[in-house]
């Protein structure tokens, strides 16, 4: 079954104890009472995954571009809905790639927006004429722009596992119709702003997901990561030409490179995939930082 080829590797950090690793984030809570109450420490690593596996090469810096790009989008999008992020200082060791964050009580729902067609919803689309249950009209292609941006969620799955597209009824009958609603007009509200921002800036937002969570007094929270390379597609605006599969802010160096002859890999092995070469990973790198300066240093 996919999932890590190897364990991952945490740091010991003092006065916080290691509580679970994903694919990327670890995940610490701290040793005894915090100043700033019920809090856990989020730490981006350099990991990287692809097919749903984590590979066993890291992405020098990602972490740090991951978590500074988090932090400046929460910032763009907090009149909308508070985040979890708490001002409280991380353990130098992890400086810069990590967050004290609230810790909340997580819907069990990925909160998918799309704004274009592509990826699994081009599949479903070609398939039945419809994305998570939603009909869109005929003739879109891969990379067309929708009339307006859908809610598609997800159900969360563990790591290794593919998360599951599911219609609007699935999440009521998960969490509820008022929550669902809330949650499906947050995401979209939150696609729409970052939408305009990236826009401004050359870059198409096609897509991106949200994880919310409720704190202590009840009120919804959005907390993880938000609109990275890693959670969300972004296009160059000038290259963008529906039809084909777009150029991407993204990890598709490694995608293209895991799935070519070169690779010698097999994606639907149970087979852990090989090490990257040094040229996807400089490659990589390099589009997760074009990124974040055209995002967030202009």
């Known amino acids: 079954m996919p999932g890590h080829a190897t364990p991952p590797q945490h740091l010991e950090l003092e006065g916080w104890r290691h509580v679970y690793s994903g694919k990327v984030r670890d995940l610490y809570e701290p040793v005894g009472e915090h100043p ?25 810096g990602k972490g740090g571009i991951l978590t500074g790009l988090s932090l400046w989008w929460f910032d763009q999008v907090v009149d909308i809905v508070a985040n979890h992020t708490v001002e409280a200082p991380v353990p130098a060791e992890v400086e810069g790639r990590a967050m004290v964050c609230k810790r909340l009580d997580m819907f069990p729902v990925e909160c998918v927006a799309r704004g274009y067609l592509t ?6 689309y070609n398939e039945s004429g419809t994305v998570c249950g939603i009909p869109l009209p005929p003739g ?15 159900t969360k799955a563990e790591v290794g596992e593919h998360d599951e597209n599911v219609d609007f009824d699935a999440v009521v009958a998960l969490i509820g119709l008022e929550d669902a609603t809330a ?8 696609y729409t702003r970052a939408h305009e921002i ?22 919804i929270i ?29 990890k598709q160096f490694v995608r293209d490179w895991l799935t070519s002859p070169e690779s010698g890999w097999d994606k639907k092995s149970d087979v852990p995939p090989p090490a990257l070469p ?21």
């Open 36 to 60: 700033r109450g019920d809090v856990v420490l989020v730490v981006a690593s350099d990991r990287i995954s692809a097919y749903d596996w984590v590979l066993p090469t890291e992405i020098p």
């Open 119 to 124: 990826g699994s919803g081009l599949v479903e």
């Open 140 to 154: 879109l292609v891969d990379g067309s722009r929708l009339p307006k941006p859908i809610f598609t969620p997800a």
């Open 183 to 190: 949650l499906r007009d947050l995401t979209l509200a939150l």
């Open 198 to 219: 990236a826009a401004a800036k050359g870059i198409i937002l096609a897509d991106t997901k949200f994880e919310f969570g409720r704190d202590g007094s009840g009120a």
């Open 222 to 250: 959005l907390g993880d990561e938000v609109l990275t390379p890693d959670s969300s597609r972004f296009w160059p605006a000038d290259e963008w030409e529906p039809g084909h599969a777009q150029p991407s802010y993204d």
């Open 278 to 298: 040094d040229e996807v990973v400089e490659r990589t790198r390099g589009r997760y930082l074009e990124a974040f300066d055209r995002l967030a240093k202009h």
